[in-house]
């Protein structure tokens, strides 16, 4: 049996084992011909972390059309890769350089969809 792979399938599917993980965004532009080391050092350096937590760590390009998702399993790194034929990614900017996101503004800014003037509403939220 064959695996089918729309982008959302990918993201939950596939990519990552758990739900509970943490995702960081680089807020600033990333060379994309990063690979592996490259990116584990933009971890190490400019978001002052450690690629080997297991957590994701999300880099866009400066044209907004690439993205490349870092993390770290039992065995190695692993690195997911989106190309836009159309479009640009959207998210916000900090200062810092560094923003968390959740499950689902990951996936907001993969489908396209805009988060500047979304509003979200109050819920709760485990401890």
Not at 11 to 17: E, N, S
Not at 37 to 47: M, N, P, R, W
Not at 82 to 90: A, M, T, Y
Not at 97 to 105: D, I, M, N, Q
Request: contains cysteine.
């Amino acid at each position: 049996m064959g695996f089918v792979c729309a982008s959302t399938l990918c993201v939950d599917a596939m990519l990552f084992p758990e739900a509970q993980v943490r995702i960081w965004l680089y807020t600033e532009p990333a060379d994309m011909r990063k690979s592996y080391d490259g990116l584990s050092a933009l971890v190490k350096q400019k978001l002052a972390d450690d690629p080997l937590s297991g957590q994701l760590f999300v880099f866009i390009n400066r044209r907004r059309t690439q993205m490349k998702i870092l993390y770290f399993d039992s065995t190695g790194y692993c690195i997911w890769s989106k190309r836009l034929e159309q479009g640009r990614f959207h998210f916000r900017q900090t200062d810092s350089g560094k923003r968390a996101l959740s499950w689902t503004e990951l996936r907001l800014i993969i489908e396209g969809i805009s988060m500047e003037k979304t509003h979200r509403f109050k819920r709760y939220k485990t401890p």
